[in-house]
């Protein structure tokens, strides 16, 4: 008798335990918008941002781009990719010293960022001229983050002519 009330109290452990095993599986499935909890993740990071900071492997084409517009928008005249500080500093590394938030304020609003970010002020005490605003397009940052990623991984120098 002792013997069946144990037997009858595992089955009844197994079918819980069986029904919970199920509900976990229903559980998980509905959870799958993994990836896009992922992706909702990655919008909050730059959530102030009206572009998304790119992520992943180098994008070659808006790199290209951007090496475009780093001579129309008159990048250039001030700064060099690994060719040395020229009026700005040399922008090799930038990309991996700040935040792509942090890139696009100060190409977007040099002026209120030397005002009112210490990072941005600490440069400007450094060079003595405050970075002009070159009027760049919110669509045009990314390119040309790319581009300083594309030249500061290989190195070259006067990368940016
Ligand atoms: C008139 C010269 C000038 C031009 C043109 C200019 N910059 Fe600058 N830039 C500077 C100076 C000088 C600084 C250092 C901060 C300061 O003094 O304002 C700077 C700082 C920066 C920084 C921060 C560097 C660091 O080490 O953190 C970035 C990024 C940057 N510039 C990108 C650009 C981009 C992109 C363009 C083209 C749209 C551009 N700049 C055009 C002069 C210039």
Known sequence: MRK????????????????SLAACGTAETEEQPGPSAG???AVAETAGLPVRAPQGPI?????????????ERGCVACHTIGGGRLVGPDLAGVTDRREFEWFYHMVMYPDS?????PEARRLFAEYATPMTNMN???????????????ESSK???????
């Open 4 to 19: 069946q009330t144990i037997a009858f109290g595992g089955l009844v452990l197994l079918i819980i335990g069986s029904l």
């Open 39 to 41: 992706d909702s993740a």
């Open 59 to 71: 994008d070659e084409q808006l790199a290209s781009r951007g090496a475009q517009l780093f001579k």
């Open 113 to 117: 960022m030397i005002q009112n970010d």
């Open 136 to 150: 760049v397009a919110q669509d045009e940052v990314v390119p040309m983050w790319e581009h300083v990623r594309l």
């Open 155 to 161: 190195g070259v120098k006067g990368a940016s002519q």
